[in-house]
């Protein structure tokens, strides 16, 4: 297994996280809800969710674009992008490039986001998965780049947007530039809208901080995996300071669901499915529109011979 | 003031309590204020002042964080830190500015938006979001200033400007120092080292192409409220008299504002880029954004 794990650096799980399948050999995966043992097939074949409790095992970021594209058609963006050090900093004797290293290192990614163009089921798409095993997903400069490059591409190539998004919050490294992330992807969404391009947010386990309350959350439609954790402030952090009890399912999915905050709910293996009829509908109305777009007209305007 | 300051003794004076609060610069700065309140879903949040008003010859409108001078005020309005429903009342007033094309003030004096099973379950994070997504194309001039702490997403949420200026003494950044040394030496003492690292400082922010003017303090603000007001008012004028001049001939003026301010954004941001174009299926990036990795 640890033989495998080095070939295929961008497909395991990090190996110290709680949530990573706990393998006693290689054949069975035991899930850390429910502790019951699964043939390690059949968890692949049920795309890492837990056959008896339904728990939904984090994805890499390269298991999640399989999961959801047509095989092969992923090409990757920016690949190239890597953090700078704008700060200088470092904290208990660790540096962030060091600590960029480990990351690298660990995730088998170059940085906390992945950015490419694909296809689903023949439908093609702009897509950006968040890594969390690089950084905890945090949003610093290069994650905000590729995003507003993704974006702007979508743009000049008329394509729906997918983001898959799983964040600790902020990159404390890189602590006023990690900041604007959350003003500049925003704004470049803004952009997409005016275009009247769909943004499809999929929020995956954990969600927190200046990616929910960015990006993410202005999106036209925002679907949750089961039981996954989205909130702004981490539980802890509100318990610490309201001293009060969290009440039952505070800031699962479930819970935001009943809330408001979210459109829907979306298992695992209807994911891709539920995605791909929105793509549709999407798609039909562009070819059909009820109204004239408002930037169609305006770009009707800028046109030499309009 | 002495360029001596270390960045937590900067952090102690953006934070004391008898620091000018916006409800000081507004009484000050703007005449025939009218407050205004709710955010029409739910509540009123004293944490965030709204309101129109006169700013020396021109019709405004001013939101901003409102700390108090005690602990009784400060108790009164949460310590500046609000729920969705100030954010919400933010964001109608950010329309209402738009509607009858009056610019926007922000006064910017927050540790933070409040971390509370209410605000969560009432969305915290989209009533920013929402603001973040409505000012990026607010078709009026919009100004921002720090006259305080700027504590993360919860002072972004009415700040991302045409303009954002920063008292010599005030601070931006995406944690508080407390919270960045908890997680990060697992241990709050560190709370002055790390707010040197995280370059919370309004010399740092302008240093970095974020803020686009420091207004000095020649003795902190406290203790000369009314001049440090009268600069901010000065600095806010300027700038607004430059926004105005960009927007007199019409909608083509918003548009070009409404590009720099995109662009402003867009910049913000440092990466290292390989630069093998065989990387790059699509081609080359957007003309714009190679020339930013520095």
């Known amino acids: ?306 | 003031m002495p360029e001596t300051l270390s960045a937590w003794e900067r952090v102690l004076l953006a934070r004391n309590p008898a620091r000018p609060h916006t409800q000081d610069y507004v009484a000050d700065l703007i005449s025939g204020f009218v407050e205004l309140h709710g955010d029409r879903r739910f509540g009123d949040d004293p944490a965030l002042l709204g309101g129109i008003g006169t700013f020396r010859g021109r019709a405004v409108v001013v939101v901003g964080h409102r700390k108090g001078a005690n602990t009784q005020e400060n108790l009164a309005h949460n310590f500046g830190m609000p729920r969705p429903e100030g954010y919400r009342k933010a964001l109608r007033l950010m329309q209402h500015a738009e509607k009858f094309g009056m610019p926007l003030i922000a006064f910017v004096d927050t540790p933070g938006a409040e971390p509370g099973i209410g605000s969560e379950e009432r969305g915290q994070a989209v009533a920013i979001a929402e603001n973040l997504l409505a000012l990026a194309s607010l078709r009026v001039p919009t100004l921002a200033v720090v006259i305080g702490e700027g504590g993360s997403g919860g002072a972004l949420a009415i700040s991302v400007a045409d303009r954002i200026l920063m008292l010599e003494n005030a601070i931006y950044a995406v944690a508080s120092p407390e919270a960045c040394a908890t997680i990060l030496w697992k241990d709050v003492s560190k709370a002055p080292e790390a707010a040197a690292t995280m370059r919370v400082t309004a010399a740092d922010l302008y240093g970095f192409g974020i803020v686009d003017e420091v207004i000095p303090e020649p003795v902190p603000a406290h203790e000369q409220p009314t001049q440090t007001i009268q600069r901010v008012g000065d600095a806010l004028e300027r700038h607004l008299a430059e926004l105005e001049a960009l927007v007199h001939d019409g909608d083509a003026g918003i548009d070009a504002l409404l590009a720099a301010r995109y662009q402003k954004y867009r910049r913000i941001g440092r990466w290292v880029e390989e630069t093998d174009p065989t990387r790059h299926p699509n081609g080359p990036v957007p003309s714009h954004a190679a020339d930013q990795a520095r």
Not at chain 1, 167 to 173: C, D, F, I, T
Not at chain 1, 279 to 296: I, N, T
């Open chain 1, 1 to 306: 297994m640890r033989e495998l794990f080095r070939r295929q650096p961008r497909f395991t799980s990090e190996p110290q996280s709680e949530d990573s399948p706990v393998v006693p050999d290689d054949l069975w995966v035991k899930c850390p809800r429910c502790r019951e043992l699964t043939y390690s097939r059949e968890f692949e074949r049920e795309l890492r969710v837990c056959p008896r409790c339904n728990h939904h095992f984090r994805l890499t970021a390269a298991q999640r674009i399989a999961m959801l594209t047509d095989p092969g058609s992923f090409v990757e963006w920016d690949a190239g992008l890597e953090a700078a050090d704008p700060l200088g900093f470092a904290a208990g004797g660790e540096s962030y490039p060091d600590k960029v290293a480990t990351a690298k290192r660990k995730s088998g990614t170059r940085e906390a986001l992945v950015t490419g163009s694909a296809r689903l089921d023949g439908r093609p798409l702009a897509l950006a998965v968040a890594e969390f095993g690089f950084m905890g997903a945090s949003m610093g400069s290069v994650f905000g780049e590729k995003l507003v490059r993704a974006i702007e591409r979508a743009i000049e190539q008329e394509l729906p947007l997918v983001t898959v998004s799983s964040s600790g919050g902020a990159r404390m490294q890189e602590s006023p530039f990690s900041l604007m992330q959350m003003a500049k992807t925003t704004a470049a969404l803004a952009r997409l809208g005016e275009a009247r391009l769909p943004h499809i947010a999929v929020l995956v386990d954990p969600c927190y901080g200046g990616v929910t309350a960015s990006y993410t959350t202005v999106a036209d439609v925002i679907i949750a995996e089961p039981g996954a954790m989205i909130g702004f402030a981490g539980p802890r952090v509100i318990e610490q300071i309201t001293r009060q009890k969290l009440p039952e399912g505070f800031q699962t999915a479930e819970f935001l669901l009943e809330h408001g905050m979210i459109d829907l709910i979306a298992p695992r293996r209807s994911l891709r499915a539920k995605i791909a009829t929105l793509l549709d509908h999407y798609a039909l109305a562009r070819q059909r529109p009820a109204r004239r777009p408002a930037v169609a007209a305006a770009s009707a305007q800028e046109a030499p011979d309009a």
